[in-house]
């Protein structure tokens, strides 16, 4: 079993910046991908960015390609999403979430077995 919990979200102003973290406990040492989702009101959710455990491979949604950046550091076993130039389309609930498989098909969730209980990114203009 895994356990994440997420952090550091919040409300800023869109041009902002907030870097969401997501601290993974119990038997990770099998993950194998690692990501982040978002729901908006009224949206199915979405997959964001994708963190390939060993190689370090990434993933990203059009919608955020070169404004976030998917990260871990392992010695902490947490997993960041830095997110820069904010837009009000990125207000939603954003979730980490692993995945033990071996192998992903983006943007598919059902590979992620394990998930957080989200964290809120609200962006006003």
């Known amino acids: 079993q895994v356990q994440l919990v997420e952090s550091g979200g919040g409300s800023v102003q869109a041009g902002g910046s907030l870097r969401l973290s997501c601290a993974a406990s119990?038997?990770?040492?099998?993950?194998?991908?690692m990501g982040w989702f978002r729901q908006a009101p009224g949206k199915e959710r979405e997959g964001v960015a994708i963190?390939?455990?060993?190689?370090?491979?990434?993933l990203y949604a059009d919608s955020v390609k070169g404004r976030f950046t998917i990260s871990q550091e392992r010695s902490k076993n947490t997993l960041y999403l830095q997110m820069n130039s904010l837009k009000l389309e990125d207000t939603a609930m954003y979730y980490c979430?692993?995945?033990?498989?071996?192998?992903?098909?983006?943007?598919?969730?059902?590979?992620?077995?394990?998930w957080g209980q989200g964290t809120q990114v609200t962006i006003s203009s």
């Open positions: 979430a692993y995945s033990t498989l071996a192998s992903y098909r983006w943007p598919q969730q059902s590979e992620f077995a394990y």
């Open positions: 963190f390939r455990a060993g190689s370090g491979t990434t």
């Open positions: 119990g038997y990770t040492a099998s993950t194998n991908y």
